[in-house]
């Protein structure tokens, strides 16, 4: 199912899927780019990454611009 996100207008756009496996761990792709993980199963990506969206609403705005600017050069 796909939903459009807070601000967006129009047509919803292609979304890529957020988790993936590499090697024998799980990781998740935030919308900036960056890879987070690794995890010892998808259930726990799962979790590690509404933690992270929910860190990211209370952080506020002034902290998106940072993650796309440094995000994509993270290891």
Not at 9 to 27: A, L
């Amino acid at each position: 199912m796909s939903l459009q996100r807070l601000g967006e207008q129009g047509s919803v756009p292609t979304r890529i899927e957020r988790f993936f496996k590499k090697e024998d761990y799980w990781y998740y792709n935030t919308r900036e780019g960056v890879a987070i993980g690794p995890f010892d199963s998808l259930s726990e990506a799962r979790e590690g990454a509404s933690e992270f969206i929910e860190f990211i609403m209370g952080a506020g705005a002034p902290l998106i611009p940072t993650l796309e600017r440094y995000g994509r050069h993270a290891a």
